[in-house]
């Protein structure tokens, strides 16, 4: 089973900053990796597919980078509505597994 | 609009059973794989359980083998989790969640649409 780490637990950023979420797989996953944003009392909703594809309607300051085994998910110029928690997910090696998540809260 | 609406959640014994239904609409549900992830309160997602198009394969978590069964009715288009001998660490909600499509790129085991959720507490 692939284990995925998320680091920082949580990162405190101001609006209009930029946050960097890392995802770390325990092996290669080539570029298998996907990010989901997670708001209080609600379920997550796909952000990046294939490590660097915006999904349908997700604006242009979240942006994902890398392969392999290390994972990058950025987000410019903060907006009140991205204070979430984030995860990422992998489905190149069965079973798909989730990482612990990173909460973005406000600085 | 694609909508997942889960339902069946509740309280429950130890050992009990539950029924979790998903009902799908706003896409050809017998086209995706389907699949169950729960999520303790407060903690991270885990994946449980996915089935295939018509339902002739399906697959689940090492931590629920054997005690869950998941199911569909592309009929209907619903999808379904059977809970059998529950625990105490079944306790979650426990979203529907569908496949991934863009056009003809599709993965199987990204979730593009999830459904709100529906809890399931086991306790005596």
């Known amino acids: 089973e692939i284990v995925l780490t998320q680091s920082p637990a949580t990162v405190s950023v101001s609006p209009g900053e930029r946050a960097t979420l890392s995802c770390r797989a325990s092996?290669?996953?080539?570029?298998?990796l996907a990010w989901y944003q997670q708001k209080p009392g609600q379920a997550p909703t796909l952000l990046i597919d294939?490590?660097?594809n915006r999904a349908t309607g997700v604006p242009a300051r979240f942006s994902g980078s890398g392969s392999g085994t290390d994972f990058t998910l950025t987000i410019n110029s903060l907006e009140p509505e991205d204070f979430a928690v984030y995860y990422c997910q992998q489905r190149d090696i069965w079973p798909p597994t989730f990482g612990p998540g990173t909460k973005v809260d406000v600085k | 609009e694609v909508q997942l609406v889960e339902s069946g959640g509740g309280l429950v014994q130890p050992g009990g059973s539950l029924r979790l239904s998903c009902a799908a609409s706003g896409f050809t549900f017998g086209s995706y794989w389907m699949h169950w992830v729960r999520q303790v309160p407060g903690k991270g997602l885990v994946w449980v359980s996915r089935?295939?198009?018509?339902?002739?394969?399906?697959s689940y978590a090492d931590s629920v083998k054997g005690r869950f069964t998941i199911a569909r009715d592309n009929a209907r288009n619903v999808l379904y989790l059977q809970l059998s001998s529950l625990r105490v660490e079944d306790s979650a909600v426990y979203y529907c969640a569908r496949s991934f499509c863009r056009g003809n790129n599709c993965h199987a085991d990204y979730f593009q649409h999830w459904g709100q959720g529906t809890l399931v507490t086991v306790s005596s």
């Open positions: 294939d490590a660097t």
């Open positions: 089935i295939n198009t018509d339902g002739s394969s399906t």
């Open positions: 092996n290669s996953i080539s570029n298998n």
